[in-house]
């Protein structure tokens, strides 16, 4: 008979593997509902790590300097409100203007929905996929320490938290060991949604599409921020998923006709020129003769 902490084994596995395998599975489907190579999908990827590269060092170098010079005087909510809004709107410049300039300078042939779709699901793929591979290094991590003497393993300063984090992770209910999984379900939609918005600057040409990715990304963002400290968290994923299908109606509501194929060349005039009627006489028949 299988244990709690058995079941548990499976759900984190599965949970870490659903992160990786939902964002491969969605561009499997994209790539072959429309006839696509992998091209705009590995783009999207590589322009979510890179807006990374700027987005993560900025918040570290910024944030601190917002606890200490800035909320200092200022009420716990509203700290948390500014602190919220920040990183919001960090993410949503860094990661959205990224987009832009994948667009704009990367990926040029992508002007259509169905293009933008499959960009979108490389970047949220992107994201997924990373956090699903730290999920299952975690796993594999406390797996490995279920069962073992952590006095032995982590020093005597940090030995408790560990000991209590491991308990957590093989006590918790198996419900909640899946909430990764049905949050990348959930999120991957939603960056769909972005790639969706900006291309709008290119197809519509009305650069404020670009802006409204922007707010929209930071709304989402800063509330994640600040709505787990006043809601448990399993109930955030509520308002994920109703982001989530705010952000499907966005995808449907924004399609457009696919742009026609380029032309195919006009044969050479030579070539489609009447021919000129021969008549049948006795010595235009003779001149047609094999020598």
Do not use: C
Not at 147 to 167: G, I
């Amino acid at each position: 008979m299988l244990t709690s902490m058995d079941i548990l084994f499976w759900t984190h596995l599965l949970n870490g593997l659903l992160m990786v395998g939902m964002p491969i599975g969605l561009g499997i489907f994209l790539t072959r509902k429309f006839h696509l190579d992998w091209r705009l999908w590995w783009i999207g990827a590589a322009t979510f790590v890179l807006s990374q590269l700027g987005h993560i060092p900025f918040n570290l170098l910024v944030s601190p300097l917002f606890n200490q010079y800035f909320f200092i005087a200022l009420p716990v909510v509203w700290q948390r409100v500014i602190n919220a809004v920040f990183l919001g709107l960090s993410a949503g410049f860094f990661e959205e203007f990224f987009r832009y300039g994948m667009y704009r300078w990367w990926a040029k042939d992508a002007r259509s929905w169905r293009k933008g779709l499959l960009a979108g699901a490389g970047h949220g793929g992107a994201e997924a996929i990373i956090l699903g591979g730290i999920t299952l290094y975690a796993f594999i991590q406390l797996a490995t320490l279920r069962n073992a003497d952590l006095s032995h393993l982590v020093p005597a300063s940090q030995l408790a938290a560990a000991q209590q984090q491991v308990h957590s992770y093989w006590t918790m209910p198996w419900a909640a060991s899946l909430l990764g999984a049905l949050e990348r379900f959930f999120t991957i939609p939603i960056q769909v949604s972005f790639a969706v918005l900006v291309l709008q600057t290119f197809t519509r040409k009305q650069w404020y599409w670009v802006w409204l990715a922007v707010l929209y990304h930071a709304l989402i963002d800063a509330t994640a921020v600040i709505v787990p400290a006043y809601i448990p968290g399993a109930w955030v994923e509520a308002f994920v998923a109703f982001y989530a299908l705010v952000s499907v109606v966005l995808i449907f509501t924004l399609r457009q006709p696919e742009p026609p194929e380029a032309a195919l060349p006009v044969s050479d005039p030579v070539s489609v020129m009447p021919l000129k009627p021969v008549e049948e006489t006795r010595e235009n028949l003779d001149n047609t003769r094999f020598s």
